[in-house]
């Protein structure tokens, strides 16, 4: 049994915990974090390719795609030990995109989370590399899911490819012709941050087994806080400090991107995350008290400040 599988056969008799004043379970950060470690160490990688990837997969960060896929797995009746391959699965995919969003040719980030960008600690050359190479790992992670892995590695995949496609309307601006504004701005959050978030919540219903209709209400979950936590973004660059968020703040004004409140205006972004607020809220109903732990991290994504 390899390193991997040794640390997921471990989760069978490893409980998890949930508070709501700490809607990013700790424990589950935990086993996300030796689950990425443990990924990578059975992989047959050089040395320095190892390293980078590692530097861009364990630089920190809230983990929320992970942690949607373990919570909605949890929520549709799972375990965690089975949505465990998954999880780390869409970490690779999100790992992959910012090292690759951090590169001159696109974001020209010198600093991540307070640390140096894959690129400048290890070079271009690398930092693509790594890039390309997180991205391959991530099918390979979603193939180990113990339930509907087909499935889940096709939603994974489906989502990088819209992901992608979202990152070129927002930074090259290629959009169909004749598009208004407001509907270019949807086609961007719906897209570059949306469509991870929405998989992650699918991939995590998938993984428990989950039948159709608890699949399909998760999805839309997903699809609807994934919207929210983008607008939510966009206001927290727009009004707060660069001390408070702990990131540079104002670029995307200062780049012309579209943004929630530049087409909206601030009041009508607030409204709009009430009302997504509520239709996510709506979405998860009949899952009762099994949701809780999903309606704690929709508050806390809501009202976040950084």
Avoid at 63 to 80: N, S
Avoid at 99 to 111: K, S
Avoid at 241 to 267: F, N
């Amino acid at each position: 049994m390899d390193q991997y599988a040794t640390f997921v056969a471990r989760m069978q008799s490893s409980p998890t915990t949930h508070s709501a004043s700490n809607p990013l379970d700790t424990h589950l950060l935990a086993q996300i974090e030796d689950a990425l470690q443990a990924f990578v160490a059975q992989v047959d990688l050089p040395a320095n390719l190892r390293a980078a990837c590692l530097h861009a997969l364990l630089a920190g960060g809230k983990r929320l795609r992970p942690i949607l896929v373990l919570e909605c797995a949890r929520a549709a009746g799972g375990h965690v030990k089975d949505a465990l391959a998954a999880a780390v699965a869409i970490e690779c995919v999100h790992a992959f995109s910012l090292v690759h969003d951090d590169l001159p040719a696109l974001d020209n980030d010198a600093l991540r989370r307070g640390n140096p960008t894959c690129h400048i600690a290890f070079g271009e050359a690398l930092a693509i590399l790594a890039g390309d190479c997180l991205l391959a790992l991530a099918p390979v992670a979603a193939s180990r899911s113990t339930h509907n892995s087909g499935q889940i590695q096709s939603t994974l995949m489906s989502a990088t490819v819209r992901m992608i496609s979202g990152q070129v309307y927002d930074t090259l601006q290629d959009f169909p012709a004749g598009l208004e504004p407001r509907d270019q701005l949807e086609l961007v959050h719906h897209n570059k941050t949306g469509a991870l978030l929405e998989a992650s919540c699918c991939m995590g219903a998938l993984a428990a087994n989950a039948p159709s209709a608890t699949v399909e209400a998760l999805t839309i979950f997903g699809r609807t806080a994934g919207l929210m936590f983008q607008i939510v973004d966009d206001l927290i660059d727009a009004t707060q400090t660069a001390e408070h968020a702990g990131k540079a703040t104002g670029k995307d004004a200062a780049a012309g991107k579209l943004t929630y409140p530049a087409v909206h205006g601030i009041e009508a972004s607030r409204h709009e995350i009430a009302r997504l607020r509520s239709e996510a809220l709506e979405a998860i109903a009949p899952l009762e008290t099994a949701a809780s732990p999903l309606r704690d991290l929709l508050e806390f994504l809501a009202n976040r400040t950084k």
